[in-house]
Nanobody
Framework: QVLLVESGGGSAQPGGSLRLSCGPS????????MGWFRQAPGKEREGVAS???????TYLDSVKGRFTISKDNAKNTLYLQMNSLKPEDTAMYYC???????????????????WGQGTQVTVSS
């Protein structure tokens, strides 16, 4: 069930930047854990970044130092700032939210409750 709405995807050249947004949504307001996932054609979905309600963030190794996850509580919106984009970042990006902690979801390999419909990011020259 699609309950979140992403925006900001599109095309960029290698080395460029894009900022993805998710929301505004009441589901973000009520969630403890929010994350960004991506899935490239023929590949499994992977977690890109997550952020707890206290602001603690975690990142996929391949995006550390290039991507930043953040949230605006006043706007109930989640963001993913993507810099120094690479062709291998090309994928459909999804935001997700859950009322449980990111630590719990990770430890027990649980699925997030709320998902967006996805936004395409294409990086090519």
């Amino acid at each position: 069930q699609v309950l979140l709405v992403e925006s900001g995807g599109g095309s960029a050249q290698p080395g460029g930047s894009l900022r993805l947004s998710c929301g505004p949504s009441a589901y973000i307001y009520s969630s403890y854990c929010m994350g960004w996932f991506r899935q490239a054609p023929g590949k499994e979905r992977e977690g890109v970044a997550s952020i707890e309600s206290d602001g603690t963030a975690t990142y996929l190794d391949s995006v550390k130092g290039r991507f930043t996850i953040s949230k605006d509580n006043a706007k109930n919106t989640l963001y993913l700032q993507m810099n120094s984009l690479k062709p291998e970042d090309t994928a459909m990006y999804y935001c997700a939210a859950d009322r449980r902690s990111c630590l719990y979801l990770s430890a027990f390999r649980q699925e997030y409750e709320y998902w967006g419909q996805g936004t395409q990011v294409t990086v090519s020259s």
